[in-house]
């Protein structure tokens, strides 16, 4: 069936530098991708979305790609924040809309 | 202000009983999904609803029950038959379960706790 996997974590970086989150996807057929976060204690909320190849989803200063060649949908962002620790989830969805998550990568940024 | 509401925030279980998760949603969305999170895991679906009175198992339904009288509301139930409840339980609903690009919105969450 569909899966996503994503790089493991956890992930510490310093503020300002440059974030790299891996995620790449099995699917049978032509899925959206989805990128969540998860603050501590909270629910997810939608960070950027890409619903067919090459299209590029943005939200405050983070970007990925859908590359169907690569089946992949990396996560990045220019220079990160303090404020930008969280949990981030790449996630799937096909033409049942049955949504499939990746394990999480916890990303922590110190001042 | 449109959104998912969950609660409790902290629910606690004795053993063998039932206990109820509330979850209404207020941005009249036909489909609403309850999905279970375990440390260090992804999320993984218990029960979808696609409309009123209509519910679908997902991949771990079993110790789980849910209703959908409502358009707002999709109660879920963890019986005593589920022996591992202690879990982060999230709702989360869409205008849609078709088409493959829906965003799904997610509550809050309830953290269910074993005594």
């Known amino acids: 069936g569909d899966s996503v996997t994503q790089m493991e974590g956890p992930v510490t970086l310093s503020e300002e530098a440059f974030l790299t989150i891996n995620c790449t996807y099995t699917?049978?057929?032509?899925?959206?991708l989805f990128w969540y976060v998860q603050y501590p204690g909270e629910g997810l909320q939608l960070l950027l979305k890409?619903?067919?190849?090459?299209d590029k989803g943005s939200n405050k200063g983070f970007e990925a790609t859908y590359r169907k060649e690569t089946t992949s949908f990396h996560l990045e962002k220019g220079s990160v924040q303090v404020s930008d620790s969280a949990v981030y989830f790449c996630a799937l969805s096909d033409i049942s809309n049955d949504m499939r998550f990746g394990a999480g990568t916890r990303l922590t940024v110190k001042p | 202000d449109g959104g998912i509401t969950q609660s409790p925030k902290y629910l606690f279980r004795k053993e063998g009983q039932n206990v109820t998760l509330s979850c209404e949603q207020n941005l009249n969305h036909d489909a609403m999904y309850w999905y279970r999170q375990d440390p260090g895991q992804g999320l993984r679906l218990i029960y979808y609803s696609q409309i009123v009175n209509d519910f679908q198992k997902g991949d771990i339904a079993e110790g789980y029950s849910v209703s959908r009288e409502k358009k707002e509301s999709f109660p879920l139930t963890v019986t005593s038959a589920q022996k591992n409840p202690t879990a982060f339980y999230l709702c989360?609903?869409?205008?849609?379960?078709?088409?493959?690009?829906?965003?799904?919105?997610f509550g809050p969450g309830t953290r269910l706790l074993v005594l």
């Open positions: 989360a609903s869409s205008i849609t379960r078709t088409g493959g690009s829906e965003t799904q919105y």
């Open positions: 699917a049978t057929g032509y899925p959206s």
């Open positions: 890409a619903t067919k190849a090459d």
